[in-house]
T-cell receptor
Framework: EPEVTQTPSHQVTQMGQEVILRCVPI?????FYWYRQILGQKVEFLVS????????KSEIFDDQFSVERPDGSNFTLKIRSTKLEDSAMYFC??????????????FGNGTRLTVT | AQSVSQHNHHVILSEAASLELGCNYS??????LFWYVQYPGQHLQLLLK????DPLVKGIKGFEAEFIKSKFSFNLRKPSVQWSDTAEYFC????????????????WGLGTSLAVNP
């Protein structure tokens, strides 16, 4: 069964550094997402991406965040200047269609980001 | 604002016990409802989903959930749990409201950690 893959599984970085989290969505999927889960808190929506542009973003997704699909397979989340509060598990997801009803999200294993 | 509440944060059961995990949401309109599971060290996986029709939904691994619209609930059940059901369980809601964005994001509960003792 095809899977969403994320790398690295764990990233440790110093405050103020830039990080790039990488995701390879399922190949025939058209919609891509980033969610995050701060330890002990709910999974939170960050951003959705379709047709090479952001289709929706949450208030968490400020100017420090950006997403990109640099080629036909990768989908990246960049945090320009990390803060301590960015420490979280970041999940990438993809879906074949836009609505979650007929095409649920498929998630990667997540990247645990630790900002020190 | 839309929200999802899962009442049980930690549940410990013995094998063969019955399971019911509560999930309530706040949204007055049409919703699509999901239960996801995350086994230790693995990714989030869809257990089951409801979008219309029979409010009793059957998912993988013997799980089922019942949508009760009047109670804004979507509780997850399994008649007899196994040790392999030890995992984190998340309820999520997709509110079918107005606006282009509402169809594409899920609102999540805090999750319930289930430990099944052999």
């Amino acid at each position: 069964e095809p899977e969403v893959t994320q790398t690295p599984s764990h990233q440790v970085t110093q405050m103020g550094q830039e990080v790039i989290l990488r995701c390879v969505p399922i190949s025939n999927h058209l919609y891509f997402y980033w969610y995050r889960q701060i330890l002990g808190q709910k999974v939170e929506f960050l951003v959705s991406f379709y047709n090479n542009e952001i289709s929706e973003k949450s208030e968490i997704f400020d100017d420090q965040f950006s997403v990109e699909r640099p080629d036909g397979s990768n989908f990246t989340l960049k945090i320009r200047s990390t803060k301590l509060e960015d420490s979280a598990m970041y999940f990438c997801a993809s879906s074949e269609m836009g609505t979650t009803v007929r095409s649920p999200l498929h998630f990667g294993n997540g990247t645990r980001l630790t900002v020190t | 604002a839309q929200s999802v509440s899962q009442h049980n944060h930690h549940v410990i059961l013995s094998e063969a016990a019955s399971l019911e995990l509560g999930c309530n949401y706040s949204y007055g309109g049409t919703v699509n409802l999901f239960w996801y599971v995350q086994y230790p060290g693995q990714h989030l996986q869809l257990l089951l989903k409801y979008f219309s029709g029979d409010p009793l939904v059957k998912g993988i691994k013997g799980f089922e959930a019942e949508f009760i619209k009047s109670k804004f609930s979507f509780n997850l059940r399994k008649p007899s749990v196994q040790w392999s059901d030890t995992a984190e369980y998340f309820c999520a809601v997709n509110a079918m409201g107005t606006g282009a964005g509402n169809n594409r994001k899920l609102i999540w509960g805090l999750g319930t950690s289930l430990a099944v003792n052999p």
